[in-house]
């Protein structure tokens, strides 16, 4: 993942594309909220879709080395809430 690294004195130590200050997590926000990989280029010179998809990537591998245990819920408003997170 030559593409993104961390530097404690780059954006405090976040993952970021290699050369920028943009984090892996800005350009994951911009995919979540609709952004196509040629509007944030054309928007951000700087990022290549090459980019875009080692931020996808890095943030994949977490995901996947990552164990999620749902701890069980008491609540009827919390069973709402974690339906509607879980898109139930």
Same mark, same amino acid.
């Given at each position: 993942?030559?593409?993104? !690294?961390?530097?404690?004195? $780059?954006?405090?130590?976040?993952? $970021?594309?290699?050369?920028?200050?943009?984090? $892996?997590e800005? !350009?994951?926000? %911009?995919?979540?909220?609709?952004w +196509?990989?040629?509007?944030?280029?054309?928007?951000?010179?700087? %990022?290549?879709?090459?980019?875009?998809?080692?931020?996808?990537?890095?943030?994949? +591998?977490? %995901?996947?080395?990552?164990s999620?245990?749902?701890?069980?819920?008491?609540?009827?408003?919390?069973?709402?809430?974690?339906?509607?997170? %879980?898109?139930?």
């Open positions: 993942m030559g593409r993104i !690294v961390m530097d404690e004195g $780059v954006c405090r130590g976040k993952p $970021v594309i290699k050369g920028t200050r943009l984090t $892996v800005f !350009v994951l926000e %911009l995919l979540a909220n609709g +196509s990989t040629a509007g944030i280029t054309e928007n951000y010179p700087q %990022l290549k879709e090459e980019d875009i998809f080692a931020a996808l990537h890095y943030a994949t +591998s977490l %995901l996947k080395e990552e999620i245990y749902l701890l069980p819920r008491d609540s009827q408003e919390t069973k709402e809430e974690e339906d509607e997170i %879980l898109g139930r």
